[in-house]
């Protein structure tokens, strides 16, 4: 099986910053797309960002410009800069990530747990 381990989530004053980490670990062939999706308690689940597995990345147009994503494929890891944060940020933070367990091709969706990002003052 494939465990997505997030970490990096907390309090954050608006303006400011906070990164977001997250490393795939487990058993599997083969990761494609990884990313992170948020949820807070009045608004759907939305894509975040995602690193694609043909080097290209995908923002959702709320945080374009402002958040970053990053992918180390030798360690399975992929981190979200974020920057110029405001209350409308705040949300639980899910690592999302494709990956072969039966077989390199054939990939199916995983989610962390989620963390906590509150952007307060």
């Known amino acids: 099986q494939v465990q997505l381990v997030e970490s990096g989530g907390g309090l954050v004053q608006p303006g400011g910053s906070l990164r977001l980490s997250c490393v795939a670990t487990g058993s599997f062939y083969s990761l494609g797309d990884m990313g992170w999706y948020r949820q807070s308690l009045d608004k759907p689940r939305e894509l975040v960002a995602i690193?694609?597995?043909?080097?290209?990345?995908d923002y959702g147009d709320s945080v374009k410009g402002r958040f970053t994503i990053s992918r180390d494929s030798t360690k399975n890891t992929i981190t979200l800069q974020k920057s110029a944060l405001k209350p409308d940020d705040t949300a639980v933070y899910f690592c999302?990530?494709?990956?072969?367990?039966?077989?390199?091709?054939?990939?199916?969706?995983?989610y962390g747990q989620g963390t906590q990002v509150t952007v307060a003052s």
């Open positions: 999302y990530a494709e990956a072969g367990v039966m077989s390199p091709i054939a990939k199916r969706p995983f």
């Open positions: 690193s694609r597995g043909g080097n290209s990345d």
